[in-house]
């Protein structure tokens, strides 16, 4: 009843409109939740060709591949989700002029993406992080933050781009 007495109103009298660039226009973005994914993918890849090796998989093996395989694809979704949520709600028009290429980089992340996803192969997962890492190295570069490239302490011991933060 209050729903339809408001829609009255709003009919005759407009409210304004609340417009946010995201849900909860909170201004934290962090691309590190997508090179961890990828590191993830990766991570997945190198166990599932393990087992590879063996002759035949026991069942608990059978399992293992399984969850390593389901692992792989919701890492590949959370690579791209995370990707589109700064591409989307963080990325305007100033850092598209001054970095033309980002709108092709990704897309080019979602289809490196989906090729990962699609089999198991190391190379396409390493060649999805270097993408996600050009992304990386663009995101910062936006905030005015430098960049280096470093082998993340844990496997699969890949290069990642960080931030260089500074102590205040």
Request: contains cysteine.
């Amino acid at each position: 009843m209050i729903f339809d007495l408001l829609a009255k109103i709003d009919t005759k009298y407009p409210f304004d409109q609340a417009v946010a660039h995201c849900d909860i226009p909170c201004k934290i973005y962090d691309p590190i939740t997508a090179q961890l994914a990828v590191l993830t993918m990766i991570r997945m890849v190198d166990l599932l060709n393990e087992l590879k090796d063996c002759e035949s998989l026991t069942l608990e093996q059978q399992a293992t591949f399984i969850r390593l395989v389901n692992e792989k694809e919701a890492h590949g979704n959370k690579v791209k989700e995370e990707i589109l949520i700064i591409w989307g709600d963080y990325i305007k028009q100033p850092q598209l002029d001054s970095h033309q290429n980002l709108h092709a980089l990704t897309h080019e992340i979602m289809l490196a993406a989906s090729k990962a996803k699609q089999s198991i192969n190391r190379e396409a997962s390493v060649k999805l992080l270097d993408k996600v890492n050009q992304f990386v190295e663009i995101f910062w570069e936006t905030k005015g933050i430098e960049v280096y490239r470093a082998i993340c302490p844990y496997p699969p011991a890949e290069s990642l781009s960080y931030p260089v933060l500074k102590s205040i």
